[in-house]
Nanobody
Framework: QAQLVESGGGLVQPGGSLRLSCVSSESIFRFNDMGWYRQAPEKDRELVALITSEGTTNYGDSVKGRLVIARDNDKNTMYLQMNNLKPEDTDVYYC?????????WGQGTQVTVSS
């Protein structure tokens, strides 16, 4: 089974930046697409950003223009560059990878935006 490990979360002031990383235990060439989701308590997981193996990207409406998703196949790592962060971005962010009908999730990394 593939294992995904997120890192890079933390406390940042409004308007600041963070870069989240998701490292896969196996080659990310095996994944058709990868993405970042966030989930607040008692809420469903919300799409933040998605990137396919072909490089096509899709962003949630609330983060368009502020966040950038990227894949580094040589490092088996997916990144989420987060810019101009807002307090409403505070949440646990989860890495997801999909290969055909299989889906894998990381344990999440906490992002807190506060002054």
């Amino acid at each position: 089974q593939a294992q995904l490990v997120e890192s890079g979360g933390g406390l940042v002031q409004p308007g600041g930046s963070l870069r989240l990383s998701c490292v896969s235990s196996e080659s990310i060439f095996r994944f058709n697409d990868m993405g970042w989701y966030r989930q607040a308590p008692e809420k469903d997981r919300e799409l933040v950003a998605l990137i396919t193996s072909e490089g096509t990207t899709n962003y949630g409406d609330s983060v368009k223009g502020r966040l950038v998703i990227a894949r580094d196949n040589d490092k088996n790592t997916m990144y989420l560059q987060m810019n101009n962060l807002k307090p409403e971005d505070t949440d646990v962010y989860y890495c997801k990878a999909a290969r055909w009908s299989s889906t894998y999730w990381g344990q999440g990394t906490q992002v807190t935006v506060s002054s």
